[in-house]
């Protein structure tokens, strides 16, 4: 019954409401600016001067943004300069101290904070403590955004670097440390990179220096690397030649030839090592 009761009333104020009109007048609104501020409520398919008169009986409201090329109006809390006035495309922007409307039971507007003045026949205030959708859902968001009324419902606000409907993704989500761990840092992140690897997103393995020489083959093992040396090479970077052994004697030159090595002797020496003396 006491639903019953309460629809039957919500609905005579709404339609009361509805047809009584009054005129709003006095301010202008600026145009292509918004108030970067808290949205108390937010109404679609409403006109500059609605707008405005939603405002005023509204007791918190003290500015408004009206959305021209969607016809969205936002009540806001604060106003400039307690909040920061910036440029926007299609959005004018007005404060409530401007303007105001023709005396009735609403006007002006006594109702305590957090009430809407409603008109009720013949010229009866009624002030209507409401909810705002932010009031039910505000710890939806998540990592500190901040819950923003919309006209069709509410959105989060998220902190730099955190995104997402909800701001559930963090700076962490996409997973920027190739090899290593990420930890949120304020707004960004920082990598905690495995033993061996390095660089801002850990994206540099011990083989990014290309440490192994001659051709060699770089491979990772564990926090280091190996060195896959071809034929005749050795060493732990592949740096020794075919040859690093000496193997020429007699003070004879050695050249590196394909994986191997052929030797010049000196004078009166001769053979692969020039290691024969020459007969006399």
């Not at 009986?57 to 500015?63: K, P, R, S, V």
């Not at 920061?84 to 005396?103: H, N, Q």
């Not at 690093?244 to 003070?251: F, M």
């Not at 994986?259 to 001769?270: E, K, L, N, V």
Request: proline share 6%.
């Amino acid at each position: 019954m006491k639903t019953v009761i309460c629809l039957l009333l919500f609905h005579y104020m709404r339609t009361v409401y509805l047809v009584t009109v009054h005129n709003v007048t006095g301010g202008t609104y600026q145009k292509n600016k918004q108030l970067d501020s808290f949205v108390m409520l937010a109404f679609p398919h409403m006109g500059p001067q609605m707008c405005m008169k939603e405002c005023l009986m509204h007791t918190n409201c003290n500015a408004v943004n009206f959305d021209k090329n969607n016809y969205i109006c936002q009540l806001l809390q604060a106003n400039y300069p307690g909040d920061a006035l910036e440029s926007s495309d299609g959005i004018f922007f007005s404060e409530r101290d401007l303007w105001k409307k023709d005396f009735d039971a609403c006007w002006p507007n006594t109702c305590p904070p957090d009430t809407k003045c409603y008109v009720l026949y013949p010229d009866e205030r009624f002030c209507h403590t409401y909810a705002s959708p932010c009031d039910d859902y505000n710890d939806e968001c998540q990592n500190g955004g901040i819950c923003r009324n919309m006209a069709n419902g509410y959105g989060c606000r998220c902190a730099t670097g955190y995104y997402g409907e909800y701001c559930e993704s963090t700076p962490c989500t996409s997973s920027p440390c190739v090899h290593g761990n990420c930890e949120v840092s304020g707004s960004g992140y920082t990598c905690n990179c495995l033993d061996g690897y390095y660089g801002d997103t850990c994206q540099n393995t011990p083989c990014t220096p290309k440490p192994c020489l001659n051709s060699g083959t770089c491979s990772i093992a564990g926090s280091s690397y190996t060195c896959n040396c071809p034929t005749g090479y050795s060493g732990t970077t592949c740096q020794n030649d075919p040859c690093h052994s000496q193997p020429c004697n007699n003070s004879g030159s050695c050249t590196v030839s394909g994986s191997g090595y052929t030797c010049s002797c000196t004078a009166g020496f001769q053979g692969t090592l020039c290691e024969v003396p020459v007969a006399v």
